[in-house]
């Protein structure tokens, strides 16, 4: 890979532990760290400003060193390695995670570890976290084995057993021996440091491949899955079973896109295609937790269903831009918030009935929410009802016009046949009549946008324009895949929309900001599956073996690709790209048959 391609793959990985999300780039800064929260400022936040974002790194004296990155296997900590001329070292990165008390322990701690593995070389930490997205610099106190981090209300603690002074008076520190550091937000760590963080090191490692273990991963590029899984793991918020889309704002679509936006927050919309990963791979608990969140949101907000919600299931997610900083290689605005929540997105309803569907027709949970099941049944299928005859944004949360969206009626569609299945398991006679005649509703308005002339679904009735969201009308089972209109409707949407190497465009019509540059990675995804669903199975091999190149050296995806030269651009790691992943993996395994050692949760809406 060339140089000029090299700069614009995120070279970083991630560490959490279902609280936080840090990004640690190759040459040791937390480039990426927000706090208490994912919707909170950053304390470190030098992907969009290195000098105004605050900065934690362990860098070598020389500028002139190499680095690599890798994670200890099945496990979601880090190790960035470090050569120089005067040895090499080791700095292992992690959140603590493990069982303790029969609950989960994830403080707001992050641990690293740095050890010399050849040599004495000599280091630089440099500590200087900020807040109010780098407009407040926080007053730093000594300690005896501290430093202390004020700024307002919000307090921030270094506790080492390095030398204090070092982080004051900018002497190199040679490293004769491991040395540690815990940073902590709003409470002290106040422990023995050395034994302490080898003993959250144990059983962090232990916690992360014990869930690798208890996974169901295919045989089908296994370690691919598996990295996915746990990238997609991290990206839970688990007081609530929220899932972010990224951790990450503004990283643009493509440079000078204007496409930057933040992902923060839960999509409710995309809540099927993140249910059907985690089923796939067998960890209910965070399925159940996800859905629970789901049917919270649905309760609680009684009015229309937004497409995005906060991860504490805030409604209202305020845009607002950040003028005082650079921004990701120069690329403003840099937005907090989401105008999007305000949009009109009507396949959030059959999204939230198909995604919970598991909940009440799998005998695994069907007993404990029956009581739930007309009520919840019956409130969905209500909205659906009321907007099914609408315009909406679409999927692409298209900002300025409407148009009645195939997409959005396939999952009318799927909701209604959804609900079917529930009625019809329960007796629930006058559910039964309202879903069938939904469905028939949405079966016309899909059927409209078909043109008979290219063989192929358009994106709304109201254009001629193709869309890659129409490919979930094959892999959702409303077109029979062996049939010769499924396999004609592929063929036109890759004539169109597909890019060198597999890679796929959402649509390529122009919209609110002009014509798409670059490559959509989960629409790539969702096209091996079509592959595979159609009978094309060694074109889907092929296609899901080339966008595994698009990943970074951590097999960490983002949510864009130039086409052109392969650079990765949206914000990173896109929690949906490796949703299609999983995804694909597993309809490619199954195709193969290949299935997962154990039965996965039957998240099929066909009748």
């Not at 002074?165 to 422990?191: C, K």
């Not at 014990?210 to 296994?222: G, R």
Request: with cysteine; aromatic share 14%.
């Amino acid at each position: 890979m060339s140089e000029k391609i090299a700069k614009h793959i995120y070279n970083s990985g991630i560490i959490g532990n279902c609280a936080f999300i840090a990004h640690v780039n190759k040459d040791s800064n937390i480039s990426w760290l927000c706090w208490p929260t994912f919707q909170d400022s950053f304390v470190f936040g030098g992907l969009l400003d290195e000098e105004k974002g605050g900065k934690f790194e362990v860098k070598p004296v020389t500028d002139s060193y190499k680095s690599k990155q890798y994670y200890i296997e099945n496990t979601n900590i880090l190790c960035t390695e470090i050569i120089t001329s005067e040895g090499a070292y080791r700095i292992t990165d992690f959140a603590p995670r493990f069982e303790q008390y029969e609950r989960y322990f994830k403080p707001l701690t992050l641990i690293r570890k740095v050890e010399p593995i050849k040599g004495r070389p000599r280091v630089q930490v440099t500590c200087n976290p900020v807040y109010q997205y780098g407009k407040a610099e926080f007053k730093k106190h000594r300690g005896s084995n501290h430093i202390q981090f004020h700024q307002g209300d919000i307090q921030i603690r270094l506790a080492t057993d390095m030398p204090i002074n070092h982080f004051f008076d900018e002497i190199p520190h040679v490293l004769d021996r491991p040395i540690y550091m815990v940073l902590t937000f709003g409470s002290p760590f106040e422990a023995p440091i050395e034994r302490t963080c080898e003993d959250f090191l144990r059983r962090t490692t232990l916690y992360w491949q014990k869930w690798v273990k208890n996974a169901s991963i295919p045989s089908f590029y296994q370690s691919q899955v598996i990295r996915s899984a746990l990238s997609l793991k991290l990206h839970q918020f688990e007081d609530t079973g929220a899932i972010i889309a990224a951790s990450t704002t503004s990283l643009p679509e493509f440079p000078g896109s204007g496409r930057n936006w933040d992902y923060r927050y839960c999509w409710l919309r995309d809540s099927y295609y993140v249910l059907t990963a985690l089923s796939h791979v067998g960890h209910f608990e965070e399925m159940e937790k996800y859905a629970s969140y789901i049917a919270n949101i649905t309760q609680t907000d009684t009015g229309r269903l937004q497409p995005l919600y906060g991860i504490l299931g805030k409604t209202k997610l305020e845009e607002t831009h950040l003028d005082h900083l650079d921004g990701y290689l120069g690329n403003k605005p840099i937005r907090i918030g989401n105008q999007a929540y305000e949009h009109i997105q009507n396949d959030v309803y059959g999204q939230a009935l198909i995604g919970l569907l598991p909940l009440f027709t799998d005998r695994r949970f069907k007993y404990q929410n029956k009581h739930i099941a007309k009520k919840w049944t019956d409130f969905v299928l209500n909205k659906i009802e009321q907007t099914i005859d609408e315009t909406d944004a679409g999927i692409w949360e298209f900002r300025n016009f409407q148009q009645r969206h195939c997409y959005s009626n396939l999952f009318q569609w799927a909701g209604a046949t959804a609900a079917l299945k529930i009625a019809r398991q329960n007796g629930f006679k006058d559910i039964e009549k309202r879903a069938y005649a939904l469905q028939q509703k949405a079966v016309a308005y899909i059927e409209a946008c078909y043109d008979e002339e290219r063989g192929v679904y358009t994106n709304s009735t109201e254009s001629k324009n193709l869309d890659a969201s129409t490919l979930q009308l094959i892999m959702m089972g409303y077109l029979d895949p062996n049939s010769e209109r499924a396999k004609k409707h592929l063929e036109v949407l890759e004539k169109e929309l597909r890019g060198k190497h597999g890679l796929f465009y959402r649509y390529l019509h122009k919209d609110d900001f002009g014509k798409p540059k670059s490559t959509f990675l989960v629409c790539a995804f969702w096209y091996v599956e079509a592959l595979a669903c159609v009978g094309r199975l060694d074109e889907a091999q092929e296609v899901f073996k080339q966008l595994l190149s698009f990943g970074n050296h951590l097999m960490l995806f983002s949510e864009d690709i130039n086409e052109d030269d392969g650079s990765q651009w949206g914000n990173f790691p896109q929690a949906y790209s490796h949703v299609g992943l999983m995804n694909a993996a597993y309809r490619i395994a199954i195709k193969m048959d290949k299935p997962t050692f154990f039965d996965s949760v039957d998240m099929d809406v066909n009748l």
